[in-house]
């Protein structure tokens, strides 16, 4: 069956760094695009970026644009994003899923940014 598996979250200070990982399986990786999403504390999931299936064209809103980089390994079925000069604001569960007809989602992996 289709799954997502986010991984790589914690607690990090403000200016810090993660790197998360999507695995997915139970669908042909390679033919998708893939996107991380977003849900902080009191507010609705959010669009975060996106990657197109061969990992060559990328997209981000605007409030991570600089600091957050998407990418993906089709031979392993997974999606990441690198997260740099974290902010208190990006304090969220993180969540991916494919483009076009969404899977169920995963757990999520959970950062939190504070000193």
């Known amino acids: 069956q289709v799954q997502l598996v986010e991984s790589g979250g914690g607690l990090v200070q403000p200016g810090g760094s993660l790197r998360l990982s999507c695995a997915a399986s139970g669908f042909t990786f390679r033919t998708y695009w893939m996107r991380w999403y977003r849900q902080g504390p009191g507010k609705e999931r959010e669009w975060v970026a996106s990657i197109n299936n061969v990992g060559d064209t990328t997209n981000y809103v605007d409030s991570v644009k600089g600091r957050f980089t998407i990418s993906r390994d089709n031979a392993k079925n997974t999606v990441y994003l690198q997260m740099n000069s974290l902010k208190p604001e990006d304090t969220a569960v993180y969540y991916c899923?494919?483009?076009?007809?969404?899977?169920?989602w995963g757990q999520g992996t959970q950062v939190t940014v504070s000193s």
């Open positions: 899923n494919r483009g076009g007809n969404f899977a169920p």
